[in-house]
């Protein structure tokens, strides 16, 4: 069974091949509890899901919006260790957890844990790889080094606001997938997606050597429609994290309750 | 070779950590920098408003009742940002990254703020060059310092009370980098001390090392060599590093920053970030910071509002590891004598921060060689304080 990079990578062309976009839903690992993360992780993965990216709780997550710093604030008090997040995906693969999964936070929980550690840990567990958005090309080289000999996928960021030619390098030291920020600004913004937003991509597909996915503020299987022919794969936060927000007295309704979401999601992927 | 490198690191400290949306803006903010820095306009400019607006140069004060009540073996001089306009050196920076924003074509102004002092200084000069201000400040800091809440507004600026995390310092940074990621291209983001992605550090610390510069040509009159040692407090460390930058080749010239000890260095409640912190990534750079086993940042706290921060600049952090300069830390109580001892020999009072610098001369004073010269960056007046201290003396005297 391939894991890491490639297999984030071939998830997604495969969903391709079937005349789809890869759907990439997120959730926040421990909101609202561990155990809860444990049931969701099966939902997204019945409804759907191609890969699942899972967010690592930081106690300043400035590239957040209010949903999902909520989110980070009910996990962070159960105080979540990286190790505790391995041991929960080691032993989703032993069980036979098939779809990959990335893990998305910012660099200092995984800088103090020891980056070197942190990708060894994350192979032999079978976490396929991360996204650390507040670390941009200039200051990713360690990481992409380490990354690389663990074989894990090595997210970058590229946005709106990052020139063509920037774009193209980021996309070149990029594995798995290099994912498009949609707008410029934070995760979960209400506002309308820009109108060039697909011929960006277009272009962003064009020079990158690993698939485009497209993400912050898509929130409706609508978006996800217009989108899908344009996008390799489609990233849905937000959306998700607001519905286990709002439904969080209802623990044992959770994984139903997110998993019929994202299945309309999932069929919105199709071109 | 000068520092930063081209990354904007220290060392292994400092650099880009920020979200890719925000680079652009930052390659752009680093070169029109670098083209302002040498340009004559600019310069004369800055100067200007220098002299003319914020009260420079500020005097080099001899401070002779000081000296004597310590011993008298020594000669300490107060360099005296707390007689500038607004009333502590958070100015010099404003002024000249409000003209560069201006100069930029930037009409929108954010800036964060906590014990408000900052902000003050944004709006002041956002005022004077005619931009809109906006200051992100954590909720409980706009309950604290209800008054600069107030004289921020009267300046014409907008302050948005933050509610996110500790609802203090870091989260109103937090949330002014979410304003710039989303307004990045019409917004300029007025960061407050020697803190945050390069160029902020190297920038800020450029503004600041007016500060440096002057002392040093005072001293040089005043006693016709360089000093012994200078003090200054460490909160982001701008006042230190903007003091400390022109001596920094000078070898003998020992420098000391002095952090908050708050209530103890064995609680969880100081702010003694280079003391007891340990490296890791906040607010765009690598620095040391307070956090716990995970790498979450925790709180900080002073009696002064403007040390009251988990990170600090990455040139300390770099200075710490080279030994080129010191890290001490004094407690509450301690910044409390100092603040008193200030006033009643000198009748000067400090800004609750300074008062750190000067408690801290106080306690190794006995140690200094006779004839030692020290000098002390009097970062800021007192004003702002002295209802704080009132009601912090009330409490001690009925416990
Ligand atoms: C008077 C005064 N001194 C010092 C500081 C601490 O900041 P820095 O360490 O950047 O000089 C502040 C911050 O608000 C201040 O108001």
């Not at chain 1, 997550?61 to 080691?90: K, M, S, V, W, Y």
């Not at chain 2, 109580?333 to 408690?359: D, N, Q, R």
């Amino acid at each position: 069974m391939t894991r890491g990079a490639q297999a984030v990578e071939k998830a997604i062309r495969e969903a391709n091949k079937r005349g789809e976009a890869a759907l990439i839903p997120f959730i926040e690992g421990g909101d609202p509890d561990f155990a809860a993360t444990e049931d969701l992780l099966w939902a997204l993965a019945e409804a759907g899901a191609d890969v699942i990216e899972l967010g690592f709780p930081f106690s300043d997550p400035l590239a957040d919006g209010p949903i999902i710093q909520e989110a980070a604030q009910r996990a962070l008090r159960h105080q979540p260790t990286i190790d505790q997040f391995l041991d929960l995906i080691a032993r989703l693969r032993q069980e036979g957890f098939k779809v990959p999964v990335v893990i998305m936070g910012y660099l200092n929980p995984f800088f103090r844990y020891g980056l070197e550690a942190f990708a060894q840990n994350s192979h032999q567990s079978g976490l396929d790889g991360a996204i650390i958005p507040d670390l941009p090309l200039e200051e990713a080289k360690p990481w992409l080094k380490i990354a690389r000999k663990h074989r894990l996928a090595s997210i970058l960021l590229a946005a709106p606001t990052t020139p063509s030619e920037r774009l193209e390098r980021i996309a070149r030291s990029s594995t798995g997938f290099l994912y498009y920020v949609s707008i410029t600004g934070i995760t979960g913004t209400k506002e309308a997606l820009p109108e060039e937003l697909a011929l960006k991509l277009d272009l962003a597909r064009e020079v990158s050597p690993v698939p485009v996915a497209v993400g912050f503020g898509i929130s409706k299987p609508e978006q996800v429609k217009a989108l899908s022919p344009h996008a390799d794969a489609i990233v849905v936060g937000s959306a998700i994290v607001k519905l286990i927000a709002e439904h969080e007295g209802e623990k044992s309704k959770l994984p139903e309750i997110v998993g019929r979401f994202v299945k309309e999601l999932k069929e919105a992927t199709r071109r | 070779m000068p520092l930063p490198d081209k990354f904007g690191h220290f060392g292994p400290f400092g650099g880009r950590y920020v979200p890719e949306t925000l680079m652009p803006a930052l390659f752009e903010l680093e070169e029109a920098y670098r083209h302002y820095k040498r340009d004559k306009v600019f310069k004369k400019e800055l100067d200007f408003y220098f002299k003319t607006y914020v009260g420079r140069p500020t005097p080099l004060y001899p401070a002779r009742q000081l000296s004597k009540k310590l011993g008298g073996h020594l000669k300490i001089y107060l360099k005296r940002e707390d007689l500038t306009h607004t009333g502590a050196h958070k100015i010099n920076n404003t002024i000249g990254q409000v003209l560069l924003a201006q100069k930029m074509g930037k009409k929108r102004i954010i800036a964060e703020t906590g014990a408000g002092q900052h902000g003050v200084a944004t709006a002041t000069a956002a005022a004077l060059l005619g931009l809109e201000c906006i200051v992100y400040m954590g909720a409980k800091d706009t309950v604290r310092q209800e008054m600069n809440v107030f004289r921020m507004e009267l300046l014409g600026a907008k302050v948005v009370p933050v509610y996110s995390g500790t609802q203090t310092l870091k989260d109103a940074i937090n949330e002014a980098i979410r304003d710039w990621v989303t307004n990045v291209e019409t917004t300029y983001y007025v960061i407050g001390s020697v803190v945050g992605p390069h160029p902020y550090p190297m920038m800020v610390r450029d503004f600041q090392s007016v500060i440096g510069k002057e002392t040093r040509k005072q001293i040089l009159t005043a006693e016709g060599r360089l000093p012994d040692v200078l003090i200054a407090c460490v909160g982001g460390g701008s006042n230190a590093m903007g003091f400390f930058y022109p001596f920094v080749e000078d070898q003998m010239v020992k420098m000391i920053g002095v952090e908050a000890a708050g209530a103890g260095l064995d609680t969880d409640e100081h702010s003694a970030t280079l003391t007891v912190g340990e490296p890791g990534v906040l607010h765009g750079m690598m620095t040391y910071l307070l956090q716990d086993k995970v790498g979450q940042i925790k709180g900080a706290h002073s009696v002064a509002p403007g040390l009251d921060y988990p990170g600090v600049g990455p040139e300390h952090a770099f200075f710490k590891e080279t030994g080129r300069a010191e890290y001490v830390a004094v407690d509450d109580k301690e910044a409390l004598s100092g603040f008193k001892l200030l006033s009643e020999t000198e009748g000067i009072i400090p800004a609750l921060e300074s008062a750190h610098a000067v408690a801290y001369l106080a306690n190794i004073a006995e140690k200094l060689p006779k004839g030692t010269i020290v000098v002390v960056n009097l970062s800021g007046r007192g004003d702002k304080d002295v209802a704080a201290v009132r009601e912090y003396l009330r409490r001690k005297s009925d416990d």
